[in-house]
């Protein structure tokens, strides 16, 4: 197996200015190019056999005991989309994990000390594995827009992190999914450093096909691992 190369300028620059962090962690020098060994086109592997069953499911899998268990607050969202190959083949059987905040705007770690309040029944967390068609499915809370120190009166908006491993280390993605009409995205550096170009991939489409009766509105985002229309790069935050 092998890979085409990247295609760059569907990604953000290393170093950033107006994503401050970046200019303090990006690298300064010519990056070195490795050509693909067997260790970049295989592995690492994981199977469904290593999920629970409410992995997929972050209204559920963070709930407290109790009688009945709690619901988490805010608006139910079921997303889901394919995980494709640089030819925009299906990926069965790829491991895709997602964080987040809270509805609002919370997220479950000691770094996070937004005065926003956490919901006892909301871990934030999930994964779940491709069925054959590559189509991967969350049950989740729309995540709340939350401050953040990049500049003054900086406001994260709403997203949801993904992780991806694929079928080797040379497809490995991290990126963020985003949701359509949300006005802080024209004033977000982080979204704002992908090449327009390429920027709209990164965004969620409203899907009433998806959109459950009474239960919770859907949304599809499809992400492409490598080459053509690949989903670009984007870090945490």
Same mark, same amino acid.
């Given at each position: ?18 994503? %401050? ?7 300064? %020098? ?9 260790? $970049? ?7 469904? $056999?290593?999920?629970?069953?409410? +992995? &997929? +499911? ?24 394919? !995980?494709?190959?640089? +030819?925009? %083949? ?6 895709? /994990? ?5 509805? &609002? ?23 779940? !594995? ?14 709340? &827009? ?65 959109? $459950?009766?009474?239960? &919770? ?6 992400? !492409?691992?490598?080459?053509?229309? /690949?989903?670009?790069? /984007?870090?945490?935050?």
């Amino acid at each position: 197996m092998s890979f085409r190369q990247r295609d760059w300028a569907s990604h953000p620059p290393l170093i950033h200015p107006d994503y %401050k962090s970046t200019v303090l962690r990006g690298p300064t %020098k010519p990056l070195v190019p490795l050509p693909q060994s067997l260790s $970049e086109v295989t592995g690492p592997v994981y199977g469904a $056999e290593s999920l629970g069953p409410d +992995d &997929a +499911d972050l209204t559920r899998n963070g709930r407290q005991g109790g009688a009945p268990p709690g619901e988490p607050l805010g608006e139910r969202i079921i997303v889901t989309g394919r !995980v494709l190959d640089e +030819d925009e %083949k299906p990926q069965a059987n790829m491991l895709v /994990e997602v964080w987040q905040a809270n509805a &609002a705007g919370r997220y479950v770690h000691k770094a996070d000390q937004h005065e926003a309040p956490l919901d006892p029944n909301f871990f934030g967390g999930g994964r779940c !594995v491709t069925d054959g068609e590559g189509r991967y499915r969350f049950i989740t809370i729309k995540p709340g &827009a939350y401050p953040w120190g990049n500049h003054d009166n900086a406001w994260r908006p709403a997203h949801i992190h993904f992780s991806l491993f694929g079928p080797g280390l040379a497809t490995r993605l991290i990126t963020q999914m985003y949701f359509p009409g949300d006005p802080l995205l024209d004033l977000d550096p982080i979204f704002n450093a992908t090449p327009l170009s390429a920027r709209n991939r990164l965004v969620a489409g409203f899907d009433i096909a998806t959109t $459950e009766a009474g239960f &919770a509105l859907g949304y599809q985002f499809d992400i !492409v691992l490598r080459g053509r229309r /690949e989903t670009p790069r /984007e870090g945490a935050s």
